[in-house]
């Protein structure tokens, strides 16, 4: 298995400001995922994050909202910008092992609420 | 397009009786399945998964599940509850595409233990 941290593990924040979660994974993970699960919902994926360029976003997703970076293999970050309160979700970082796995492990989430 | 039913929104099983979580998909590929857990306040956990190897897969914690290719179901089952299973349960598929693998997840079945 793989190793995912995620910081913050809660936030609150106001509406119209930017938080920044970043995902720190052990080294034998080569791809990165970011998921939104909304309240009371199933995980919906924004986008997959690529080392040195930029994220490949999915339908609905993009990247002036949330701008995604992955400077090296380990890490990455996810922004959530202008946020309103439509955006308080848990926001989760998943990787794959290296290797063509299809298997996911996912962090501990980030807990997001905008007021 | 792939696609995952989960036939149940909330499940109630009194402690030491067997649970039943039921799941059906819809791939074009030959998928891989997963179950997760996610607790309370935590993460999501893989429970077990299904590649092609056998079609019953032993995962964590007593769960196991059969795949049943002809009712295109990945039901999860365990002989005997425990109120530490207490939790959120999410049947996931997945497909090859576009160099990276997409995880398709139910919209989640709730596990409540009676004492």
């Known amino acids: 298995s793989a190793v995912i941290s995620q910081k913050p593990s809660r936030d609150i924040c106001q509406r119209g400001t930017s938080l920044t979660i970043q995902c720190q994974v052990d080294s034998q993970v080569t791809m990165m995922f970011w998921y939104r699960q909304q309240p009371g919902q199933s995980l919906t994926l924004i986008a997959t994050a690529n080392q040195g360029s930029e994220a490949t976003y999915e339908s609905g997703f993009v990247i002036d909202k949330f701008p995604i970076s992955r400077p090296n293999l380990t890490f990455s970050t996810l922004t959530v910008s202008n946020m309103s309160p439509e955006d308080s979700s848990i926001y989760l970082c998943?990787?794959?092992?290296?290797?063509?796995?299809?298997?996911?492990?996912f962090g501990p989430g980030t807990r997001l609420t905008v007021l | 397009a792939q696609s995952v039913t989960q036939l149940d929104s909330h499940v109630s099983v009194s402690e030491g009786t067997p649970v039943l979580l039921r799941c059906n998909y819809s791939s074009s590929y030959s998928p891989s399945l997963f179950w997760y857990v996610q607790h309370p306040n935590k993460g999501l956990q893989l429970l077990l998964k299904?590649?092609?190897?056998?079609?019953l897969v032993k995962g964590i914690n007593g769960f196991e599940a059969e795949f049943k290719k002809s009712e295109t179901s990945f039901h999860l089952t365990k002989p005997s509850a425990h109120m530490s299973d207490a939790a959120e349960y999410f049947c996931?598929?997945?497909?090859?595409?576009?160099?990276?693998?997409?995880?398709?997840f139910g919209k989640g079945t709730k596990l409540s233990v009676i004492p």
């Open positions: 996931v598929v997945s497909e090859p595409g576009a160099g990276s693998y997409q995880l398709t």
């Open positions: 998943s990787g794959a092992l290296a290797g063509g796995t299809d298997t996911q492990y």
């Open positions: 299904y590649t092609s190897a056998a079609t």
